[in-house]
């Protein structure tokens, strides 16, 4: 998705963490390892692994991986400083999960630091119950109080917690290995289940000391490799610069079914560069840059022509991707007054001609995305009916008519004449909103003031998906322009909600829940590092996220999400752009892949191993390679 689908870096350290599950409805207090409201079959079978992993994959050989830009802490839970590769909001590399949700089966998981887990009939509480073996690297058991301390100092430091977890009053140690979870609501289905998405840390080393005696402070940005529990630790690094991650070779989990044929780098090196252009120069090299997960349309179609791929060296492939299909749009920061106006926004959405886009700039390579849910049985579609319709009549007086009355569409521009015909539309709404067109430039027809769309970008991408709807932005007098900023600059100014324009993707799951909360809730728009970039604060979204937070049933959850999804749409809070259903991939020829990879993730490279054989003949093929 044109630089904003997961790159190779976010898809080897945390691709699962998207797939966010609800737990299905079972005898009330039964222990159990694994949970799935998609197939709720998975409590009765045996798990033994994951189907598509090599159980026989050797361990050994170094990943090589860029990164762009720079990094200044190993802390990823809070907003200041921008953390190494190789670290996420739920662990990455180095601290592991109470449960470890499932690339192959979506809204699935299984146990990881936590055995089994348990919850009364009313969901009001949870229990997880720790495996005695889990440790730390440093030989200390995982413990109650960890998983505790956890909680309590995430949900207080992370303001994506504590949107994720804000039901969740307390956790309590009942015991050196069990911990409840009490929530502050009942009926609500998901939230005994994601309690196992919570990233465990190590109590007794964030409340230690540095080696000079000074202390540690998990609300501040660190260089100190901290103490881990995961596959890998932290080998050495050159801030800013590289980061290499070895294997730990008495991990505790590793024969736990979920990591079986998984894991199998013995090092993983991340390379820092300046642009994605250096990213690109870095993998066509090689040495620096072992598998790239392409995002350019132009690249994937015209640039793989180097060397190394004529010579085979360099292998292409297209995954398919049964996953949701993330909402990659334009972002309008909807906290500044001129994008508070629907009117505005419907105005801005018409001006995209996508079809143009896609034709002249991405080779035909798209379709275009018309849902929040895209791909999913959650999407929108036609007129609303059934329990969807009996949910959006609560609000009949709150939110747009032509919910009722009109399939959404976004414009289609097939020919010359459409673009006349949006473009016009576009200014009448502008002119219902106040602004008007006066020597040319779109003006507030009482201030005089420039209607002006500032794009904040990162990479030589966003100059490719900005640079069709600037030119029809000024078409109607609108002072558009694009600014490319470093990406540490940018992750900093989004997280503070510094922009007027971006573009972001925003991934669901087929099982959504709490974490819409932060993605559109009210009470998320203002909280610097959420996810809810727009700025969205409607009563009725809210009202429609709590109805799929307490959905009853899978029934009652597609009916929720469809009724949020179409609110969403018909509120013009964003830009829809485009998605792909496959995922490009291109690789060094080092690699032992299995046969299938885990459709609903697309690619799970954690189960891919380095061969010896092939590894060796590239290194003596390009020995003189940096």
Sequence with gaps: MNGYSLNAAALIAGLTMALITVAPPAVAQEWRTASSLIDPDVETETFERFDYVNSDAPKGGTLNSVAVGTFDSFNPFIVRGTSAAGFTNFGGLLWDTLMQQSPAEPGTSYPLIAEAFKYPEDYS??????????????????????????????????????????????AVALSDREVEFQFDQTGNRELPHI????????????????????????????LEPPLGSGPYRIASFNPGSDIVWERVEDYWAADLPVNIGRHNFDRRRYTYVFDENAAWLAFTKGGAEDIRVENSSRRWMTAYNFPAFKAGDVVKREFPNGGPHAMQAFVFNLRLPRFQDPRVREALTLVYNFEEQNRTRSYGQYTRTDSYFE????????????????????????????????????????????????????????????????????????????????????????????????????????????????????????????????????????????????????????????RNLAG????????????????????????????????????????????????????????????????AAGVDIESWWTDPERAAALRQKYRDRN
């Design 375 to 530: 791909g999913t049985e959650l999407a929108a579609e036609g007129l609303p009916e059934g329990r969807e319709l009996e949910i959006l009549e609560q609000f009949r007086d709150e939110i747009p008519p032509e919910v009722f009355t009109e399939e959404f569409q976004l414009p289609v521009y097939d020919d010359p004449e459409d673009e006349r015909r949006y473009l016009r539309e576009a200014v009448s709404l502008f002119r219902e909103a106040g602004w008007v067109i006066r020597d040319g430039r779109m003006v507030n027809e009482e201030t005089g003031e420039q209607f002006r769309i500032g794009f904040l970008g990162r990479t030589e991408t966003d100059e490719i998906i900005t640079s069709g709807y600037i030119s029809n932005l000024r078409r109607i007098g609108i002072d558009a322009s694009l600014r490319i900023i470093d990406t540490s600059q940018y992750i900093n100014r989004v997280n503070s909600f510094d922009f007027e324009a971006i573009t972001n993707s925003f991934l669901q799951s087929l099982s959504p829940g709490n974490e819409q909360r932060e993605f559109w809730g009210s009470q998320a728009a203002d909280i610097p590092g959420s």
């Design 536 to 599: 969205i604060q409607d009563p009725v979204v809210d009202a429609l996220v709590e109805k799929v937070v307490y959905a009853e049933d899978r029934e009652d959850l597609v009916a929720a999400t469809r009724a949020l999804d179409r609110l969403l749409l018909w509120r013009y809070y964003m830009v829809p752009q485009y998605h792909r259903p496959v995922l490009w991939v291109a690789y060094w020829n080092k690699f032992g892949v299995p046969e299938e990879q885990p459709e």
């Design 195 to 222: 309690m196992g998405d919570l990233t465990v840390l190590p109590k007794h080393w964030w409340e230690g000391t540095r080696p000079d005696g000074t202390q540690r402070d998990i609300t501040e940005p660190t």
């Design 125 to 170: 509480s949870a229990t997880y119950r720790l495996d005695p073996d889990a440790r730390w690297h440093d030989g200390e058991p995982i413990t109650a109080e960890d998983v505790v301390w956890s909680f309590n100092v995430l949900k207080e430091v992370s303001p994506l917690y504590n949107r994720y977890f804000s039901s969740v009053t307390e």
